[in-house]
């Protein structure tokens, strides 16, 4: 059985820093590509960053290129999100997601290209 565990979240104040962690197990070979999405009180579900099994091919959402950094560790089937310079704009539950699809052939706008997903680390940045 796939899981996915997010955790890293938190209360920070605006301009500080936060990194999330998404521990993987079961069937991670068949992960490809993985993501984060987040979703904010009252709004629709929000790609932020993907990142390919090999090589570190990434994209990222424009509101947070140059402040939000995804990587991950195959060696220990998880993920990271490193955000710097946070914005109130910024808070969100914080989910992980992961796909057998290629980093290009997923359209992230459509939660269903995403095979499997974790429930979320709640991050709040205050003014």
């Known amino acids: 059985q796939v899981q996915l565990v997010e955790s890293g979240g938190g209360l920070v104040q605006a301009g500080g820093s936060l990194t999330l962690s998404c521990a993987g197990s079961g069937r991670s070979f068949s992960w490809n590509t993985m993501a984060w999405f987040r979703q904010a009180p009252e709004m629709e579900r929000e790609f932020v960053a993907a990142?390919?099994?090999?090589?570190?091919?990434?994209y990222y959402t424009d509101s947070v290129k140059g402040r939000f950094t995804i990587s991950r560790d195959n060696t220990k089937n998880t993920l990271y999100l490193q955000m710097n310079s946070l914005k109130p704009e910024d808070t969100a539950v914080y989910s992980c997601?992961?796909?057998?699809?290629?980093?290009?052939?997923?359209?992230?706008?459509?939660?269903?290209?995403?095979?499997?997903w974790g429930k979320g680390t709640l991050v709040t940045v205050s003014s």
């Open positions: 990142i390919g099994r090999i090589g570190g091919g990434t």
């Open positions: 997601a992961a796909s057998t699809s290629g980093l290009r052939a997923i359209d992230y706008n459509d939660p269903r290209e995403m095979n499997y």
